[in-house]
């Protein structure tokens, strides 16, 4: 029997609604609010026409959020197959293992890297102290996607790691059965159903990479701006938060144009997959 | 062949913990370090943690998080139950899509789009009201609640979705009230997916820096931002001092949480 379900019970998702509204969709139609229009409240397209200037911020944004992206994923995958395979007690433990950093502030984590690259840093001490010559490690690029592939690794692992473990370990026998090599182990079995934790991680790694303005503030120096860093000086030294809206703007469209086409992508794989398997 | 991959694979495991843990074992290698300098030890001290203790700045931002962290988590947790409830009795699949793609936008939103989009809005507001300096405690705990409320909810969704509507139901026609029947019945089933819903809310709020940086006034700051002010000038090793002290806290925490579970499931075994 299944019955409508009363008034009453429909009315507790008002809160929900209305807090949604007040605290998600509004503050949205700020961010276009402030977008398009200038100090005095007037309508304006400058904020918008502004953007252009910051094409090489977005695109660099873009280039070491996707590099930090796929440098977690082929570090992640390995070590999320092997913690899946490893005995309850092992994997239970090595979980915790990966957990624990990401409870630690990622303000400080960054900053131990900072000492740990820095000019007269703990690498260069060493380096030196045997009687090399000191590289230059920290405000690079390079030191930026370190911080970024760092700080965002276990949201790359937990998530892989969480399909691999409920894999049903018939269909790995049943591909050995029908004569498949470990490659075909690889590719028919195990890789199709992991895509969903390849998806999810993959978003949980690229969305805060490319927003990021503290790792590139730390690690990047005032050689690598980022997309956040310009957003963050708008609102905090600036002032100008009818740019800052306007950045955000792009921001969010890009990562949901981003989104849409991974997703398109990974749909088409999982489709596959279901019929080859 | 198998045993040779096996250890090619521990050997690389390890090599990532190492990566993930050497960060970690500085900090707390040079918060016991005598002198400021952060690249060469020069002796053993417990300085750095005596001039913590005496910092009243950080002792009170460190207060200002639990209470915040508390205080968002418990109200996201009561008002994303509620929700859940609610969401869950919608029937039109078009609404219910609606509503969950609404819920979804703080999980897909970058945190510095969802913390700017909520400090226009609170300045906007205060510009109507006509008041300056509107950034504080408050604004803070509304976004936290907001960015909390959608783990609440997709966690204790799916235990409602698991549950028999008939129960509820029964317990009416057995004289309940509807309340009542909420209270003895549906609550218990989903309570492990409230539970984990606040658990998630307290360590999302207790560790959020981008968000309350962003609608957190002057006068309210918490350990993540006043963390953030410390390091952008060269930092002294107290620091260190707390991140050392911050790390064995969740350490016990944690060894706390695995040891309750692997009782909870050997006694689980028993009966």
Not at chain 1, 150 to 166: A, E, G, Q, R
């Amino acid at each position: 029997m299944n019955q409508k379900p009363s008034l009453g019970k429909r009315l507790l998702a008002a809160p929900h609604l209305v807090w949604s509204a007040l605290f998600i969709i509004a503050p949205l139609i700020m961010v276009v609010y402030y977008a398009f229009t200038d100090g005095n409240g007037s309508f304006t397209l400058s904020n918008i026409t502004a953007i252009p200037d910051y094409a090489d911020t977005f695109v660099l944004s873009i280039w070491l959020g996707l590099l930090a992206t796929v440098i977690s994923l082929i570090i992640a995958y390995p070590l999320a197959y092997f913690i899946s395979q490893s005995k309850l007690p092992v994997q239970q433990t090595m979980i915790m293992l990966v957990m624990l950093p990401m409870w630690m502030n990622f303000l400080l984590r960054t900053y131990s890297w900072m000492t740990i690259l820095e000019d007269n840093g703990i690498i260069n001490t060493i380096l030196t102290s045997v009687g090399l010559s000191s590289l230059r490690l920290i405000n690079t690029r390079g030191a930026v996607v370190l911080g970024m592939v760092y700080d965002f690794l276990p949201y790359m692992i937990l998530p892989i790691y969480s399909v691999m473990v409920k894999l049903d370990h018939s269909l790995i026998e049943a591909c050995q059965d029908l004569g498949g090599n470990k490659w075909d182990v690889f590719s028919k079995v195990i890789l199709p159903n992991s895509i969903s934790g390849i998806v999810s991680g993959i978003t949980m790694v690229f969305v805060p990479s490319v927003s990021t303005f503290y790792i590139s503030q730390k690690l990047g120096g005032t050689s690598t701006q980022l997309i956040g860093d310009v957003i963050e000086r708008q609102f905090m030294t600036a002032n100008n938060y009818h740019l800052g809206a306007a950045l955000s703007l792009v921001l969010m469209v890009l990562i949901l144009v981003c989104m849409a086409i991974m997703n398109h992508f990974s749909d088409g794989e999982i489709e596959t997959g279901r019929i080859s398997a | 062949m198998k045993a040779k991959k096996n250890t090619l694979l521990k050997i690389y495991s390890a090599l990532i913990f190492l990566f993930l843990y050497a960060p970690i074992a500085v900090l707390i290698i040079f918060s016991f370090n005598e002198s400021s300098s952060t690249a060469q030890l020069t002796g053993f001290s417990l300085t750095w943690y005596e001039e913590l203790f005496r910092d009243a700045a950080t002792l009170s931002a460190l207060k200002n998080t639990l209470v915040l962290a508390v205080l968002s988590s418990l109200i996201a947790g009561l008002l994303g139950t509620i929700s859940a409830v609610g969401i869950d009795s919608i029937r039109s699949k078009r609404m219910r899509r609606l509503t969950k793609s609404v819920t979804n936008i703080p999980l897909m939103n970058p945190d510095i789009v969802t913390g700017i989009s909520m400090m226009l809005l609170f300045v906007f507001a205060g510009r109507l009201l006509g008041r300056s300096g509107v950034l504080g405690f408050p604004t803070m705990l509304i976004a936290h609640i907001t960015f909390c409320l959608p783990y609440v909810i997709l966690s204790v969704l799916p235990k409602l979705q698991q549950l028999d509507p008939n129960l509820a139901q029964a317990a009416q026609d057995l004289g309940c009230t509807p309340f009542q029947a909420f209270i003895k019945v549906v609550l218990p089933a989903i309570l492990p997916g409230v539970v984990t819903g606040i658990m998630m809310a307290f360590t999302l709020s207790l560790d959020d820096f981008v968000v309350s940086y962003f609608v957190s006034g002057p006068a309210s700051q918490t350990l993540p931002i006043r963390i953030f002010s410390m390091t952008k000038k060269r930092v002294t090793p107290d620091m260190y001092a707390l991140s050392t002290l911050l790390f064995l806290a969740i350490l016990l925490l944690l060894i706390l949480i695995n040891f309750a579970q692997s009782r909870n499931e050997k006694k689980a075994k028993r009966s």
